[in-house]
Every structure is written in C-alpha cells, then in structure tokens.
C-alpha cells in the first residue's frame, strides 16, 4: 500500500515536471517566433514619407568676361525616405513573462533607414561653353538632394512616427500570435 502511495507521489510530481517542461519549451517557441518574424527583415521600416522639392542652382564663374554669366539651373527631385529601425545593427532583444502576459520588446532608437530618390530633373538649364555646369556640380546637387529629402523627413516628425507605429503594429502581432 505504501508502495502505491509513492508510485502515486511520483506519478503526480512527473507530471507536473512535465507539463512545467512543456511550458518552458512553449514560451521559449512564442519568443523565437517573435524574434524570428522580426528579424527576417533586419531593417523594420515603419514609415515613409514622400517628398518633393524644387531649388535654383547657381555655379561661379570659371571664366570671368564681361559677356558670361553664372551658369544656373532650376532642379526638381523627388523621393521617398524610410524610417524605422535596424534590428541587426543594434542591440534588440525580447522578455516574455507568461505569469503576466507581458512581452517586452527592446528596439534600437529609429533612424533614417533609406532615401530612395525616384525623379531628379535638371529643368531650365543655362551655361555656356566658358561657364558650363561639370559633372561634378551635377553629383553635388544631387547628394544635396538627398539631403534636402532627408532634413524634411526628419522636420515632418519621420522618427517620432516611426516609433508611434512600430509600438502600434508590435501589439498587433503579439495580439494575433500569443495573445
């Protein structure tokens, strides 16, 4: 009888080692798949904003004479400006707490993830052949450009946003997934 009131106490206690075992194999499941689908993308671009701009350009005279003038050109660029988070360039990590139903996410501070400028026009272009526009200035333009979408991205709030919607669409996930 005694026999079977241990046999009884062990069964009892192997189950529940058990079942504690299948619970711990279970989360560490949820928090791989987690930083799993996170990370497929290394980059997670929450935001993007489209932008276009238009400037005068001006080029100092090479060439000095009274007949020449400045060459000058009017530019009009366009693009797109990704913002969000580097996942594989910095330190994220995830805490899931079962007891509470928590999970923590830890992200990098989001940056400026890509510009991508999809029209660059050199419209009403005029220089001579004394002062003409090198390709040097042309590469110059450009980078300020880049620049120009950039500085605009961050003045309309790109980052701030960024944040707001990767919290936004976090919850979501975990909502659908583990909920």
């Known amino acids: 009888m005694v026999t079977w009131y241990v046999a009884l106490i062990l069964l009892i206690f192997g189950t529940g080692a058990l079942v504690a075992y299948?619970?711990?194999?279970?989360a560490q499941a949820e928090k791989g798949m987690i930083l799993e689908g996170v990370r497929r993308v290394c980059k997670l671009a929450t935001v993007e904003v489209s932008l276009a701009d238009y400037a005068k350009k001006t080029v100092p005279k090479s060439v000095?004479?009274?007949?020449?003038?400045e060459p000058e050109a009017y530019l009009f660029y366009a693009g797109i400006v990704s913002a969000g988070f580097d996942i594989?360039?910095?330190?994220s990590g995830i805490v899931v707490n079962h007891a509470q139903r928590e999970v923590r996410m830890t992200l990098p501070p989001p940056r400026i993830l890509s510009i991508d400028i999809q029209r660059f026009e050199t419209i009403n272009e005029q220089s001579g052949f004394l002062n003409a526009i090198s390709v040097e200035d042309r590469n110059r333009w450009y980078s300020e450009a880049r620049s120009a979408l950039e500085h605009g991205a961050?003045?309309?709030?790109?980052l701030d946003r960024a944040q707001i919607h990767a919290e936004e669409l976090f919850e979501a996930f975990v909502a659908r997934h583990g909920g």
């Open 154 to 158: 961050l003045a309309q709030g790109a």
């Open 64 to 69: 000095d004479l009274p007949f020449t003038k």
């Open 88 to 91: 594989c360039d910095a330190q």
């Open 22 to 26: 299948r619970a711990s194999r279970e």
